[in-house]
């Protein structure tokens, strides 16, 4: 079974930093795109950030500057670095893996981890 299991969420003051995590199992996705959404209450499920080995990382303006997206392949493990937090950024985040079509549509992923809370207190 195809699992993503994000953790490293929590709270944090504003200005503070977290590190995301996304572990995968059940295939590979050394050669998937993956991609880091998050959803705020009332709000729209957004794109934050995504990466593929060999192509390049990709970000949301909101976070460009803040926010570093890594992967270890070997460990099949995704990563969301997230430096000088905002208020605006507390929202639950889900990695999820990407099948086809435009990296920043949340419709073109196929596969979704159960979410994790991250709450940055003013």
């Known amino acids: 079974q195809v699992q993503l299991v994000e953790s490293g969420g929590g709270l944090v003051q504003a200005g503070g930093s977290l590190r995301l995590s996304c572990a995968a199992s059940?295939?590979?996705?050394?050669?998937?795109?993956m991609g880091w959404f998050r959803q705020a209450p009332g709000k729209e499920r957004e794109f934050v950030a995504g990466?593929?080995?060999?192509?390049?990382?990709y970000y949301a303006d909101s976070v460009k500057g803040r926010f570093t997206i890594s992967r270890d392949d070997a460990k099949n493990t995704v990563y969301l670095q997230m430096n000088s937090l905002k208020p605006e950024d507390t929202a639950v985040y889900y990695c999820?893996?990407?099948?086809?079509?435009?990296?920043?549509?949340?419709?073109?992923?196929?596969?979704w981890g159960q979410g994790t809370q991250v709450t940055v207190a003013s």
């Open positions: 059940g295939r590979t996705f050394s050669s998937s795109f």
């Open positions: 999820a893996a990407h099948r086809s079509g435009s990296v920043y549509v949340r419709g073109n992923y196929n596969v």
């Open positions: 990466s593929l080995s060999g192509v390049g990382s």
